[in-house]
């Protein structure tokens, strides 16, 4: 009998209903469902006791790591904003049946002060830390630049690129040979879209910024790596990252004519962390259903 999935098949046309839901949006509230990899991810020790913290760990992509590092075997902190304690909780309890700790962690990354006391909160609780995933992010879509306020641009900036430039510095220091940095920048970050000019702008600053540390970091046996995804299904597209009357049409345009899932994403981030990717440093590893890469 033959174990292959077709990658067309593996999930639906999303066909998702139009949907509103308040900044920073959950994952409980999403129609259709996310798969976050909850059935089907199986780990066979690939992060056997790494300590790992990702942000935006609650829902979507972050969260859909969450689970796949711990049943590969890693302790996982998720930092993650207030309002979505509710999708924290259900990550907490599935890393937990995993068998691994899970810490959460509530916290607003926009100022260097919280990226540096979630940090070293991160690190008293797993007791070190040997893999960072920045992986938090906002995305607002909107349609004209003469309709972008600088309390966009500057929230955008902040949370996109800032925080993960201040998560970064606050982490190398705790950092040893073997461990590794992983930044979720995105397809836009070199196949930009008309309606997410200063979003484009972060993802393309945060590939840069990733490819550059890298460089600078290998010396000291810290591999630093990207994941670029395209259309995944996902609270913050339906928040505010897309024009509503798109989100029926979300992802039908790429290659594999569907949108992907968080479940999707999880295994690139798993092999980026893990021993098997000694000599990947520097590479923006792009999940996208078939759409240009560079
Ligand atoms: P998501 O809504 O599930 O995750 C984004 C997370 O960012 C939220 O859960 C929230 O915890 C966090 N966040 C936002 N603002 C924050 C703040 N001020 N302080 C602390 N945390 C904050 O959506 P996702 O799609 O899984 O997003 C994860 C990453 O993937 C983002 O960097 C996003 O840009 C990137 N990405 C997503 C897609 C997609 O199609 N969904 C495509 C390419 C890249
Ligand atoms: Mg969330």
Not at 151 to 167: C, H, K, S
Not at 203 to 214: D, H, I, Q, R, V
Not at 246 to 267: I, N, V, Y
Request: glycine share 8%; proline share 7%; aromatic share 6%.
């Amino acid at each position: 009998m033959s174990h292959l999935i077709d990658p067309r098949s593996r999930y639906a046309r999303l066909d998702a209903p139009e949907q509103d839901q308040d900044f920073p949006g959950l994952d409980a509230e999403l129609q259709p469902k996310a798969d976050l990899g909850e059935e089907s991810y199986r780990g066979s020790g690939r992060l056997e006791g790494l300590r790992a913290l990702i942000t935006g760990g609650d829902s979507g992509i972050g969260a859909a790591t969450a689970i796949a590092y711990a049943r590969e075997g890693a302790d996982v902190a998720i930092a993650h904003l207030p309002e979505e304690q509710r999708d924290a909780d259900r990550i907490v309890a599935l890393v937990e049946e995993a068998g691994r700790r899970a810490v959460s962690l509530p916290v607003d990354l926009t100022t260097r002060e919280a990226c540096d006391e979630l940090v070293e909160q991160a690190v008293a609780e797993l007791g070190g830390l040997d893999v960072l995933v920045s992986n938090a992010g906002k995305q607002v879509s909107v349609p004209d630049i003469t309709e972008i306020t600088d309390e966009q641009f500057d929230l955008t900036m902040r949370t996109n690129v800032y925080a993960m430039f201040w998560l970064c510095r606050a982490a190398v220091p705790h950092l040893q040979p073997g461990s590794s940095i992983i930044i979720t920048t995105s397809v836009q970050a070199y196949s930009p879209s008309d309606h997410l000019l200063d979003y484009a702008t972060t993802k393309a600053a945060e590939n840069g910024f990733g490819k550059a540390l890298a460089k600078q970091l290998a010396p000291k046996g810290i591999r630093v790596n990207l994941v670029a995804p395209g259309p995944i299904w996902t609270p913050l597209q339906v928040v505010e990252g897309q024009p509503k009357e798109k989100l029926p049409m979300f992802g039908d345009k790429q290659p594999l004519a569907r949108a992907g899932h968080p479940a999707e994403l999880a295994p690139a981030y798993v092999f980026l962390a893990s021993q098997e990717a000694s000599y990947v440093v520097g590479e923006t590893l792009n999940v996208n259903g078939g759409a240009d890469s560079p």
